[in-house]
Structure formats: structure tokens, C-alpha cells
């Protein structure tokens, strides 16, 4: 049996990405929606989840290290001088490091303050990613996993995925997407044993990489008529993209680029592409350690 999990990434980000991912679980594709709580627009998210979950929809932790306000007070490696993270190419150099434990211990105390703010709302979370694939960097997956482990988070994503690049792009876009996919696949991948024994789980395989914000319906089409047997999820980022210029560290990422890969999420043919590949969709199962 074929499954697939279709996870939009970044609920939270602003008012425009979560309607676009709204837009996008109410058409029946989206099953599952990763929550970035240090977003600005984290209580628009929370307003829809209760119902989501109520339907089905499962719902886990983006885990941001990378951009905005920490959720835990006091730390001093992860944000800067004016108290915010770093941005993403400064966080994933720091993130890099092996055997620091001060930043070890840092990361381990806002993954808990970040559970912390969807726990309090009454949100039962059934799995954790991250924001930018942090949660998969030396410095975090040690404890991204024990921490998940503690409070019976069941699922862990691992991106590795064989490199492949949407028929949409070309030259050197095609080429700083590959490159960057290519360092999180590896990363993944000696991320992988980390789970081993934890009772945290991930899926058989994953999808997305190579295709964020470059989704294209022939591209599903072929990743639905490939997909291997068992449990995988496909990561997504719909949105939609703002009238005008967006402002806060989060602005870059709503965007036309968004809009065209909702675009494909409602298209129609969708369903009846997965039912002609006998692939069934699927939010996170329910199972604990």
C-alpha cells in the first residue's frame, strides 16, 4: 500500500500564508500542517487548528532557530546582540557545531519553550520538523529528538531524498535549489540513527526538496506515480502572497512563488491522480512510544 502525507510547512508565518494553507486543507489535499509559533501570525494559526485537528488534520512543531524572537527568555548564543535569531545562513553555521554543549543546551530549551506554546493552547502534537531543516544540524537533532521523546511526540521528519529538480527550473536557480537540498539530504542522513531506539519515529520515505515553492502538477504526477510502498510525506509550502510589500523577518517567504504551488494543491486532478496511482492520503497515525 502507498501512502502520502502532505505537510504545509510555516502555519503562522502571516495572515496570507495561513490563509493559502487554509485554502489548501479545506480542498481535501493538505492532511497534515507544521506551526511555526514565533510567527506573527501564530494566534490566526491557533484559530483554525481545534477545528483541523477535529477533522483529522494533524498538526506538529516547525521548529525556528533561524529567524524572529526566541520563545525562551535568557539565551545568549542562538540570538544576537538585539536578541533575535540570527538569520538563516548565520544560524546554520552556528547550528554546525559538534560538541558544544552550552548551545546544546540552549537549542534543548527553546525546542521545550516552543512545545511549551502549542501544549498550552491544547494542541496535540503528533509530529516535529523545522524551519529551514534546523532540527536535522549537529547542534539540535540530539535534542530535538529527546525532547520529542519526553513529550510523546511520535514522529520526526528526516528530508533525505534522492536528488531530482522540478521540469519548471533551469540554470542557476535550478542549481542553488539542488545545492541547497543536497546539504540538507546529508544532513538528514546522519541525523537518521539519532532515532534509533527513542521510540520516535519517521516516514519511509520523504519528497519535496527539490521542488519548495516550485511544485507543479506534472511534477506530482510523476512523484505520485514513483512513490514507493509504505509512509511518505511530501512537504508543501502554499500561500498566498500579499497586495503589497510584506515587512518583519518572515516577509520573504509569502510570496507569488507560494500562490502558484497553492495553484497546483487545488487543482482538481489532483484526486483523481491519486486514485489512478492508488496512493492515499493520510495525516500522521496516531501512535505513541
Not at 11 to 20: E, F
Request: with cysteine; aromatic share 6%; glycine share 10%.
Amino acid at each position: 500500500m502507498k501512502y502520502i502525507i502532505v505537510n504545509a510547512d510555516d502555519l503562522g508565518t502571516d495572515i496570507y500564508r495561513n490563509r493559502g494553507i487554509a485554502e489548501a486543507v479545506n480542498a481535501g489535499v493538505v492532511t497534515s500542517v507544521s506551526v511555526l509559533v514565533n510567527g506573527p501570525a501564530f494566534d490566526d494559526a491557533f484559530a483554525r487548528l481545534p477545528a483541523w485537528q477535529g477533522r483529522g488534520i494533524s498538526v506538529g512543531l516547525h521548529l525556528n532557530l533561524s529567524e524572529g524572537y526566541p520563545a525562551c527568555k535568557g539565551l545568549s548564543i542562538l540570538p544576537d546582540e538585539n536578541g533575535c535569531f540570527r538569520g538563516k545562513s548565520s544560524a546554520h553555521k552556528l547550528l554546525m557545531q559538534k560538541g558544544n554543549k552550552e548551545l546544546e543546551r540552549e537549542v534543548a530549551l527553546e525546542i521545550e519553550a516552543q512545545i511549551g506554546l502549542l501544549e498550552s493552547k491544547t494542541i496535540r502534537i503528533s509530529h516535529l520538523d523545522g524551519h529551514q531543516h534546523v532540527h536535522v544540524f549537529p547542534a539540535v537533532i540530539e535534542a530535538a529528538v529527546r525532547v520529542a521523546q519526553g513529550h510523546g511526540i511520535s514522529w520526526l521528519r528526516i528530508p533525505e531524498e534522492r536528488a531530482t529538480v522540478p521540469p519548471v527550473l533551469g540554470g542557476g536557480e535550478s542549481h542553488l535549489l539542488s545545492r541547497e537540498a543536497d546539504m540538507f539530504s546529508h544532513l538528514a542522513v546522519t541525523a537518521r540513527p539519532f532515532l534509533g531506539g527513542s521510540g520516535v519515529r519517521t516516514t519511509n520515505h520523504f519528497r519535496g526538496l527539490y521542488a519548495k515553492g516550485m511544485l507543479s502538477l506534472a511534477y506530482l504526477e510523476n512523484l505520485l506515480a514513483l512513490v514507493p510502498p509504505g509512509l511518505t510525506e511530501l512537504m508543501v509550502h502554499p500561500g498566498r502572497a500579499p497586495a503589497g510589500p510584506g515587512q518583519g523577518p518572515f516577509a520573504a517567504f509569502s510570496n507569488k512563488d507560494r500562490e502558484s504551488e497553492l495553484d497546483v494543491l487545488l487543482d482538481p486532478r489532483i484526486i483523481k491522480i491519486l486514485e489512478e496511482k492508488k496512493v492515499s492520503l493520510t495525516p500522521y497515525p496516531e501512535t505513541r512510544p
